[in-house]
């Protein structure tokens, strides 16, 4: 239990059965009437974002979130397996729980796992991956005022648009949070 003075970017809260991180707060102190605190919270979840306000000093209910660096092994059905690098203990994670970090993964790759009394809730990439272009088709040349772009199919299944001069074979490195070309890796 924390008290809403406590509160920082970054907390788990434990509201009403459901999970919530503080985005954002501010501590309000109005020339009449008692303070307060102006909250963001986004779900852990589903990613709902939220604004909600509580009375200062009132006892909110702090989860404790266990971010874990792991290493992507395989993928068994529909499940995704972990190891932990110092205990070399396996977990599997459900497809749903991965969800979009999927189309980025690669086997031996570290991500970041968040668990929440042993069931993980998260799996959180880095924020961009070099990933190699699987198949795309070559790039027409003509005369254009922009730069055009043309899909790409990546080593991972993901496709993503890229610059025409990109070709299968290529080395690209991606945003892992919307699935945009970054530039070439080396």
């Known amino acids: 239990m924390a008290t809403t003075n406590d509160l920082k970017n970054g907390l788990v809260l434990?509201?009403?059965?459901?999970?919530?991180?503080?985005?954002?707060f501010q501590?309000?102190?109005?020339?009449?009437?008692?303070?307060?605190?102006?909250?963001?919270?986004k779900n852990v979840l589903s990613g709902k974002v939220?604004?909600?306000?509580?009375?200062?000093?009132v006892k909110v209910?702090?989860?404790?979130?266990?971010?874990?660096e792991m290493t992507y092994l395989y993928q068994d059905g529909a499940d995704y397996v972990f190891m932990d690098p110092d205990t070399f203990d396996q977990i599997s994670v459900s497809a749903d729980t991965?969800?979009?970090?999927a189309k980025y993964m690669l086997e031996n790759q570290a991500v970041t796992v968040a668990q929440h009394e042993g069931s993980p809730l998260y799996v959180e990439l880095p924020a961009s991956v070099e990933l190699v272009?699987?198949?795309?088709?070559?790039?027409?040349?003509g005369d254009r005022s922009t730069g055009g772009t043309k899909p790409a199919t990546l080593e991972t299944g993901a496709e993503i648009q890229v610059p025409l001069f990109v070709s299968t074979g290529d080395k690209v490195k991606v945003d892992t949070r919307d699935g945009r070309y970054l530039g070439r890796a080396s």
Request: charged share 25%; hydrophobic share 35%; no cysteine.
């Open 14 to 24: 434990n509201l009403e059965g459901q999970l919530w991180t503080v985005v954002s």
């Open 27 to 41: 501590h309000v102190k109005p020339g009449k009437g008692g303070a307060f605190v102006r909250t963001r919270l």
């Open 50 to 57: 939220v604004d909600k306000t509580f009375n200062a000093g």
């Open 61 to 68: 209910d702090t989860a404790t979130v266990d971010r874990r």
């Open 98 to 101: 991965v969800g979009d970090a």
């Open 133 to 141: 272009v699987q198949q795309t088709d070559p790039g027409l040349q």
